[in-house]
């Protein structure tokens, strides 16, 4: 792919498409007719070196870059399963709440054995916001808002298990995109304190009013 071709000739007995017939269509093959004066090929040796020069080091460059992404991706990769390594230790669970509708889009980490509640409940509207504490709900929604608009916050609440008991979390958020928020929730001790039994299941169109009253 580095060699240039300059044919030197003074006759015609091949025509310019007849010769890109044998050799292809590039533009790597130069037509030097006869006379010519010596400068005209300094010129031309001239150009056509730094023509190869030139495309040698771009495709240099262009093999330092896919190595730098390459070795970028993997990091990342690492540092991707690092994070969810020490996530999984400590028992956290991330989620990603839309703050149209108050429904998880992702939840990722032990939900079930932390949490007691089959994962597929948080996809529902307002799920997430019925499981946290009646008196700490507030201030939940107030975080959400706060990490929306500032781009981060953090909040120390309660939620509540499948079981009904209380689980004291320290939740850290952040915003994800433009109606979205970003939470991690690391639990900062197993209280045992059941709640009343009309309480266990949390009621949905009550989250709901939480999520459109901090919405608007």
Not at 191 to 197: C, F, I, K
Not at 206 to 213: D, I, K
Request: net charge neutral; hydrophobic share 40%.
């Amino acid at each position: 792919h580095d060699i240039e071709i300059v044919i030197c000739t003074a006759y015609s007995d091949y025509s310019l498409k007849d010769m890109l017939g044998r050799l292809g269509d590039t533009e790597r093959l130069f037509i030097l007719k006869k006379p010519f004066d010596t400068i005209e090929i300094l010129q031309l040796a001239h150009a056509l070196s730094g023509k190869a020069l030139r495309s040698k080091a771009t495709r240099q460059r262009l093999q330092q870059l896919e190595q730098l992404v390459l070795a970028c991706t993997e990091q990342l990769t690492t540092t991707r399963a690092q994070f969810d390594q020490l996530l999984a230790s400590a028992g956290a669970v991330s989620w990603t709440l839309s703050l149209a509708t108050g429904a998880c889009k992702t939840l990722n980490g032990p939900v079930v054995s932390q949490w007691g509640w089959d994962p597929a409940r948080f996809a529902e509207a307002g799920f997430l916001h019925a499981c946290v504490h009646a008196d700490d709900r507030n201030r939940f929604g107030a975080s959400l808002v706060q990490a929306h608009e500032a781009g981060t916050a953090e909040l120390k609440c309660r939620l509540r298990r499948g079981d009904g008991t209380l689980l004291a979390l320290h939740v850290l958020l952040r915003t994800a995109s433009a109606h979205q928020v970003h939470g991690i929730c690391i639990g900062l001790s197993g209280q045992t304190d059941a709640l009343p039994v009309s309480a266990r299941a949390p009621a949905q169109h009550a989250a709901s009013r939480t999520v459109e009253t901090r919405e608007t």
